[in-house]
């Protein structure tokens, strides 16, 4: 497939888009915009990314990985040549600290930052060839997701059924990655095939990622997608109106264990209930390999307006006390399959994933340091 796929597959635009040298911006498409206004943020300092992350301006977990890589850069933006080679290597490891904290899950954040806090360990000669160094390694992981995203939509492809239906939850499509999507790309690449199907978008309270951003790039994309509430999937299940579920992760424990949107669990269950079968797709940045099961996968806990709150409007009453997981975790069993891009991955887990997805050298580094 021709650089140029997203292009070629009429997406709307790039998520996550460094612009100009060592010396350039972070241009994100704001999210939290759409579908309604699609209007870019440009980030100068490390601080306006992680801003950005926080508040779901970019979001999806290979997506606010590279974002976080990009926003390490920007902590040397401007630095004069001859600032002292320690002095930008401590702003950096400083800023790749605070970056780690804007979100706790995605595991793609912290294997992002690591890999440029191994920029850090490495001797350039000076300040500016350590800035291009580490605009490199941004560069690099931005293209290995936007390859993952190619191989596992491919991978997937054949699972897509041709004249049916399929079911997704949240968004981990183009706008949760810098390529064409975790869980979405298999549609991308089927429909490239001429394979005709609908997909049905769970529109994913609190947030609606699945109503406001789904709907929005598939229907970009050509794509037949029916908009259901969360709490409709039950029904079309029963009414044997889909033949397979697709979605993303957000970090993949060693036995298959996965977190991802919260209402996945429940989805995950239903399907094993209907015999439907229930596909994961992951690029290998989502695996972590250093936890043993889904127990120890931090979940991060939002803000109660998000739920109080309806497009400004308080739709419960205000001394109501809400419980706001963003993410749950699918136990392992109840998944079909994980498609990445080394290929679909079937039980048993622990040693499927065991014998293809690469341990990083610095799985233990990445919890030690951050979490
Ligand atoms: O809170 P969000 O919108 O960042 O949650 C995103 C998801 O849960 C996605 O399914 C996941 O990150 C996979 S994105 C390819």
């Known amino acids: 497939m021709p650089p140029s796929c997203i292009e070629s597959l009429m997406l709307p635009v790039k998520t996550v888009k460094w612009v100009g040298d060592a010396d350039g911006v972070l241009d994100l498409l ?15 300092t490390p601080q306006q990314v992680y801003e950005a992350i926080r508040t779901l301006a970019v979001r999806g977990a290979p997506a606010i990985g590279v974002a976080a890589a990009y ?35 995605a595991v793609n954040l912290f294997a992002a930052l690591n890999r440029m806090k191994a920029v850090v360990q490495t001797s350039p000669p000076c300040t500016a060839q350590f800035k291009q160094r580490l605009l490199d390694e941004a560069h690099a992981i931005n293209q290995q997701e936007q390859d993952n995203c190619q191989t596992i939509g491919r991978c997937g492809a054949p699972l897509v059924p041709d004249g049916k239906a399929v079911l997704t939850h ?58 259901i509430c969360d709490s409709m999937a039950a029904a079309l299940m029963q009414a044997g109106r889909i033949q397979a579920v697709f979605v993303g992760a957000d970090r993949i424990a060693a036995n298959g264990d996965t977190a991802n949107k919260i209402g996945t669990l429940g989805l995950s269950i239903l399907a094993r209930h209907y015999d439907i079968p229930f596909y994961v797709a992951a690029p290998s940045s989502t695996f972590d ?59 048993p887990f622990a040693e499927s994933i065991a014998q ?12 030690e340091s951050y979490e």
Request: hydrophobic share 35%; proline share 7%.
């Open 30 to 44: 704001d999210q939290r915009l759409l579908p309604q206004r699609v209007e870019r943020l440009q980030c100068q």
């Open 71 to 105: 926003g390490v850069c920007l902590a040397l933006r401007n630095k004069p040549e001859e600032t002292p080679l320690a002095e930008a290597k401590t702003l950096v490891a400083q800023t790749t600290l605070h970056l780690a904290s804007s979100r706790p899950t």
């Open 170 to 227: 949240c968004n981990a499509g183009a706008l949760a990655t810098t390529g064409i999507g975790t869980a979405l790309a298999p549609f991308y690449i089927a429909r490239q095939q001429h394979k005709r199907f609908t997909v049905y978008a769970d529109e994913t309270r609190p947030l609606l990622q699945g109503a406001r951003l789904t709907a929005w790039e598939l229907t970009q994309a050509g794509i037949e997608t029916v908009v």
């Open 289 to 347: 390999r250093s936890l043993p099961d889904g127990a120890a996968i931090p979940i991060e806990q939002r803000n109660g307006n998000e739920i109080r709150r309806f497009n400004d409007t308080l739709i419960t009453p205000s001394q109501a006390e809400t419980w706001n997981p963003a993410f749950d975790v699918t136990s392992a069993q109840y998944i079909t399959a994980f498609i990445t891009e080394h290929g679909i991955l079937r039980p």
């Open 356 to 367: 293809t997805i690469p341990q990083q050298t610095d799985q233990h580094d990445k919890r």
